[in-house]
Structure formats: structure tokens, C-alpha cells
């Protein structure tokens, strides 16, 4: 059984067909990235899953367990951890108090739990900056603190969404190491981008969205070597 599966979606903000007939199959320890153009409906994609907005047909399992229709602090609770692609951290708290309240609204004891120390290792830049308020960071320093306060409620799949869009080229390599020891600790992530070379190396598999469906999937090697299906679905 798949850790995470999603089968035939169909997802609409009110009255608009979004996703149709989406599938996808997220195994435990696996980079997932969903690659596509603007519009494709990735981040729709992510919000479904997150119980966002949640699908009006089809069905998202979680280790075999319907999870559509629960709310999302719910979903969140049961591992799946979901960074927006809006960077949301409280502007007026310190990176202290921005981690603190995660640990205290999303931590669920889990067998490796995320401590400030743990996060600080990962992203060190937190740890100089950890009496500073969220609002002072820069772009790339609130990407990496969303992401701390997500890994602070322990979960099992993170959910990320564009986390190099805007980032200057050294943070995205930055942000792109930092991602890739997440990976080999053990943690299952879903990977929203556009940014090809950002996901080349990090990604196992690869699912390509337009017009809200899966047009292609593959190994991140196939993918890779098929200047066809980058021609075709992602050119700009
Ligand atoms: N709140 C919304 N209301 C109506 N349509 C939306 C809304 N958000 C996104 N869409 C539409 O849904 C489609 C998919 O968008 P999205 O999932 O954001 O794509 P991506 O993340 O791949 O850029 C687009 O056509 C977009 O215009
Ligand atoms: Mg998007």
C-alpha cells in the first residue's frame, strides 16, 4: 500500500472544473515532484491534499485511510505537513515564538520529533536569527522558517509549494541542500516547482500537470533524458 494516494480528484473552486480525474502514488521515503506551468493546477493539487480544497469526487488516502473531507488541522495532525507557497510566518513574533507556536499547536509526539535545536541544525541561519522578528527575515530566511514550523508538528509527508519561486540563486542551492539531508533523513515530500534544475537532483519520480490533469510521469532519470516532454508541457 502506498503511504499517500490520490485517485481521480476532481477538484473545483466553486463553480470551476480545476483538477479532473487526477491521479497520484506517494511512497514512503520518495521525492515526489509535480511539475507543470503556470495555471497547471499544482498548487490546487497540494491544497487538495491538505484539505484545503478538498475534491468533490475521487478519493486521498493516507496508509489506506480516506482523509477527504476532514479539516485541515486534522489532516495535518495525522502527517502531512503543508508549506503554502505564500510563506506565512508571524511577522510580529521571533523566530523563537514563530517555532514555539508550531511545536504547541501541531505537536503530535511522534517517534522523531522536530525540536528548535534539530531545525536549528538544519537551517543554521534560524539559529543566528532567533530573537529576530518574522517580519525582518528575508524572503528566503521565512521560506526556511515556514518550513521549520511545518517539520515542528512532526510530519510524515511535507507538502511543498514553489519554495524557490522568488529566492535568489545562492538561497535556492541554499534551500536546495537543505531539502536534499531532509530527503535523507527518511522524510516523504511532495514537491510543487517549475523550477526544473531545482528538483533534477533531489526528485525520484516526476508527474507533469496541465490543464488540472496528469499528462506525463516518470522517474526523474526518464524525465531527465526526454527533451520532448520539457519541450512540450513546460517550455515557456
Ligand atoms: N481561488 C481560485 N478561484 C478560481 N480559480 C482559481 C483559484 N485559484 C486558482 N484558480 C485557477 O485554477 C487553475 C490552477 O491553478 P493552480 O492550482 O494555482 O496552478 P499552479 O499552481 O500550477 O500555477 C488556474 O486556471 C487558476 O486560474
Ligand atoms: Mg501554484
Same mark, same amino acid.
Given at each position: 500500500?502506498?503511504? *499517500?494516494?490520490?485517485?481521480?480528484?476532481?477538484?473545483?473552486?466553486?463553480? +470551476?472544473?480545476?483538477?479532473?480525474?487526477?491521479?497520484?502514488?506517494?511512497?514512503?521515503?520518495?521525492?515526489?515532484?509535480?511539475?507543470?506551468?503556470?495555471?497547471? !493546477?499544482?498548487?490546487?493539487?497540494?491544497?487538495?491534499?491538505?484539505?484545503?480544497? #478538498?475534491?468533490?469526487?475521487?478519493?486521498?488516502?493516507?496508509?489506506? &485511510?480516506?482523509?477527504?473531507?476532514?479539516? $485541515?488541522? &486534522?489532516?495535518?495532525?495525522?502527517?502531512? !505537513?503543508?508549506? #503554502?507557497?505564500?510563506?506565512?510566518?508571524?511577522?510580529?513574533?521571533?523566530?523563537?515564538?514563530?517555532?514555539?507556536?508550531?511545536?504547541?499547536?501541531?505537536?503530535?509526539?511522534?517517534?522523531?520529533?522536530?525540536?528548535?535545536?534539530?531545525?536549528?541544525?538544519?537551517? $543554521?541561519? *534560524?539559529?543566528?536569527?532567533?530573537?529576530?522578528?518574522?517580519?525582518?527575515? +528575508?524572503?528566503? =530566511?521565512?521560506?526556511? *522558517?515556514?518550513?521549520?514550523?511545518?517539520?515542528?508538528?512532526? #510530519?510524515?509527508?511535507?507538502?511543498?509549494?514553489?519554495? +524557490?519561486? !522568488? *529566492?535568489? #540563486?545562492?538561497?535556492?542551492?541554499?534551500?536546495?541542500?537543505?531539502?536534499?539531508?531532509?530527503?535523507?533523513?527518511?522524510?516523504?515530500?511532495?514537491?510543487?516547482?517549475?523550477?526544473?534544475?531545482?528538483?533534477?537532483?533531489?526528485?525520484?519520480?516526476?508527474?507533469?500537470?496541465?490543464? !488540472?490533469?496528469?499528462?506525463?510521469?516518470?522517474?526523474?532519470?526518464?524525465?531527465?533524458?526526454?527533451? =520532448?516532454?520539457?519541450?512540450?508541457?513546460?517550455?515557456?
Amino acid at each position: 500500500m502506498a503511504l *499517500l494516494e490520490v485517485s481521480h480528484i476532481d477538484t473545483y473552486y466553486a463553480d +470551476s472544473h480545476i483538477l479532473f480525474d487526477l491521479s497520484i502514488t506517494v511512497e514512503a521515503g520518495e521525492v515526489v515532484c509535480l511539475l507543470g506551468r503556470n495555471g497547471a !493546477g499544482k498548487t490546487t493539487t497540494v491544497r487538495s491534499i491538505a484539505g484545503l480544497t #478538498p475534491p468533490r469526487a475521487g478519493a486521498i488516502t493516507l496508509r489506506g &485511510r480516506d482523509i477527504v473531507g476532514l479539516p $485541515p488541522f &486534522r489532516i495535518a495532525r495525522l502527517g502531512i !505537513g503543508f508549506v #503554502p507557497e505564500d510563506r506565512r510566518v508571524f511577522p510580529n513574533l521571533t523566530v523563537h515564538e514563530n517555532l514555539e507556536v508550531a511545536r504547541r499547536t501541531w505537536g503530535n509526539g511522534s517517534a522523531s520529533p522536530w525540536s528548535e535545536e534539530r531545525v536549528f541544525d538544519l537551517f $543554521p541561519i *534560524l539559529r543566528e536569527r532567533r530573537r529576530q522578528a518574522g517580519g525582518t527575515l +528575508s524572503g528566503g =530566511e521565512q521560506q526556511m *522558517l515556514t518550513i521549520a514550523r511545518t517539520l515542528m508538528g512532526n #510530519p510524515e509527508i511535507l507538502l511543498l509549494d514553489e519554495p +524557490s519561486e !522568488g *529566492l535568489a #540563486p545562492i538561497v535556492v542551492e541554499t534551500l536546495r541542500e537543505q531539502l536534499g539531508r531532509l530527503k535523507a533523513s527518511g522524510l516523504t515530500i511532495v514537491l510543487a516547482e517549475q523550477n526544473v534544475r531545482f528538483v533534477s537532483d533531489l526528485g525520484d519520480r516526476v508527474y507533469i500537470l496541465e490543464k !488540472g490533469t496528469v499528462r506525463y510521469q516518470g522517474s526523474m532519470a526518464r524525465f531527465l533524458a526526454d527533451d =520532448e516532454v520539457r519541450r512540450t508541457y513546460l517550455a515557456v
